[in-house]
């Protein structure tokens, strides 16, 4: 099905009409239309106009709205103050517009795709070979994968990268301790979960660690390891597999105990890119961009300078030959615009990073990597804070496993699901206690701003009350109980209804849901999404509240109650999928 035209577009396309009749050399102006809490719309572009043309703006308002048809679409269009319109839309266009948003075959509720969509690589969810993931992992997790999921509905050709980091001289030490110990790793063929490869692996990798403190002999071996994995001995190679191997297990068991979709080709990790180092250096040295100081080969920028006032470069390749993460970085955006064709690469990467980034991004501009045709752009997120503010921690002062930090969050929300629980097993309170315990977890992340620092705090997340994803599921499982107790009655639009203020509120706010995603996908702003569907689910509560469904007047107020309910359950639906989080039909 082609998409909904909404309200908010039908209006300003009636204006724009209505404004270059009454001011010809107004053609293709902007009459600055936003929601009000005056009448539905408010237009604003007139004073400025005004001015430009020199003319009186209420005088002009008065004449715009002369040639403004009243009826079918608007209802009430009148001036206000020095030059503002107020408009009010009928009850019958706001009734049909979501009976066309509910009648896409599609399920898209008329959210239309993208005419020519670029391709985006997103990197995100990067944790790292033989280290368990903690807390600092989740926002890159979350974030990307929300924003993955509102790009892909807009249309955009989404490849996604899992930018793990699998190389380095650690792997060194790792590998020359299994090698001497291999019965470390040794499952005799038997299947393991993702907590005991991960916890063979964390055993493994602080004996290797011991024996490199405390054995000169042994720490030689494992730096000459080191350059028989750089080198591609084939031994080596099938030792580091292994470690490779191992992890991921666990990075698919956290993973899915997120509820993310985590493709095995979608991991490409830095040692993916080694092949390409030695070419990303000869390139950049031959071009000029980086140059040899003190052996390193280095890129200077004029604008970035260390607390000294000396110039801080970006090292692409160190004195002793080693590559380091400028190198794999650089190579990754050659793969990424030459190879994957991108036209835009977003990385979600903590905050820290970002003057490396900022540096990596204009090296690659000035090779001629980037350009007008082809951006890099950071999505920093800020740091995740205990109730005190301070970085998330354990009492221990360690940082907090992943792991651990769902599992608490599945165990508070299984309460309160057990709590409200009405004819639900154990097993269906164990599920439901999943899906609402992740959703908090997911839903307290994406709300905030993602450059921002948020608290993490489970009692907040989990509760009935406020901005949290438990209240809005509980607004969907409302309405799915409201359609069972409806029995024969079904949904039904019937746009020759007056409306309560409640339900053209609703009414209003559903139809704008196209809108919003198309904002929060282009800004990768996952926030805007959550705002709109806290908004949606607390008008829906007021009609709730003053429009009673089934013991509405007469049969037609009934279906069209119903059907009021049914377009803002599958919006609550399609909004809480697009950041990642499930909406269960009985809470």
């Not at 009749?21 to 408010?42: F, I, T």
Request: proline share 3%; glycine share 6%; hydrophobic share 40%.
């Amino acid at each position: 099905m082609a998409s909904v035209t909404s309200l908010t577009a039908s209006v300003h396309q009636r204006l724009a009409s209505a404004l270059s009749a009454a001011l010809p050399e107004a053609a293709g102006a902007d009459p600055l239309l936003r929601r009000s809490d005056r009448a539905d719309y408010q237009a604003n572009g007139i004073l400025a106009l005004a001015k430009k043309a020199k003319a009186n703006p209420r005088e002009l308002a008065t004449q715009v709205v002369a040639q403004v048809t009243t009826g079918d679409l608007i209802q009430d269009i009148e001036v206000s103050g020095p030059g503002f319109l107020n408009v009010t839309v009928t009850d019958r266009a706001i009734t049909e517009n979501l009976a066309a948003r509910a009648a896409d075959t599609d399920g898209r509720l008329g959210v239309p795709r993208a005419e020519q969509p670029g391709t985006t690589v997103v990197d995100y969810a990067q944790p790292n070979v033989a280290k368990e993931m903690h807390v600092g992992h989740l926002r890159s997790a979350v974030i990307g994968d929300s924003v993955v999921q509102l790009l892909e509905f807009t249309g955009e050709n989404v490849v996604r990268r899992h930018h793990i980091g699998d190389w380095g001289t650690q792997f060194g030490m790792l590998i020359q301790y299994l090698d001497e110990h291999p019965h470390e790793l040794d499952h005799s063929g038997a299947e393991v979960s993702g907590e005991e490869a991960m916890s063979n692996l964390d055993r493994l990798y602080k004996a290797a660690r011991r024996k490199f403190d405390s054995d000169e002999e042994f720490k030689t071996r494992a730096r000459r390891r080191v350059v028989d994995l750089q080198a591609g001995d084939p031994h080596t190679l099938a030792m580091w597999q292994k470690f490779v191997d191992e992890s991921k297990i666990y990075f698919f068991s956290v993973f899915e105990k997120l509820d993310m979709e985590v493709r095995d080709p979608d991991i490409v990790g830095e040692s993916g890119y080694n092949d390409m180092l030695a070419e990303t250096c000869r390139l950049l040295e031959e071009s000029g961009v980086a140059v040899r100081s003190e052996g390193a080969l280095c890129v200077f920028f004029d604008d970035i300078k260390g607390p000294d006032g000396n110039p801080v470069p970006l090292i692409v390749q160190k004195s002793d030959g080693g590559y380091g993460y400028a190198a794999t970085d650089l190579s990754a955006i050659r793969d990424r615009v030459f190879n994957l064709k991108a036209n835009t690469l977003l990385y979600v990467v903590d905050a820290r990073q970002s003057l490396h980034f900022k540096m990596v991004f204009e090296t690659a501009r000035k090779a001629g990597w980037l350009n007008d045709d082809v951006k890099a752009h950071q999505l920093a997120f800020g740091t995740v804070l205990g109730k005190d503010g301070k970085p998330f921690k354990t009492r221990e002062g360690e940082t907090v496993r992943l792991v651990d930090l769902l599992d608490e969050a599945i165990d508070r929300a299984s309460a309160v699901v057990r709590e409200k629980a009405q004819d639900l097993s154990e097993e269906e309170i164990a599920e439901r206690g999943a899906q609402v315990g992740i959703g908090a977890v997911k839903y307290a992340d994406l709300s905030t701003s993602a450059n921002r620092d948020y608290k993490f705090d489970l009692d907040q997340m989990v509760s009935l009350n406020g901005d949290t994803s438990v209240y809005l599921q509980y607004a969907y499982a409302r309405i799915q109980s409201i359609l069972r107790k409806a029995g024969e009655v079904r949904p039904a639009a019937h746009p020759e209804l007056e409306l309560h203020a409640a339900e053209r509120a609703l009414g209003l706010h559903v139809d704008a849901f196209a809108e919003t995603v198309a904002e929060a996908a282009a800004e990768y702003a996952p926030h805007k999404m959550t705002a709109y569907l806290y908004q949606l689910a607390s008008l829906y509560t007021t009609f709730y509240d003053k429009c009673p469904v089934l013991k509405a007047d007469t049969p037609a107020q009934i279906e069209n109650r119903l059907f009021l309910c049914d377009v803002t359950a599958k919006t609550l639906q399609q909004g809480m999928a697009l950041l990642g989080i499930r909406t269960p039909e009985r809470l």
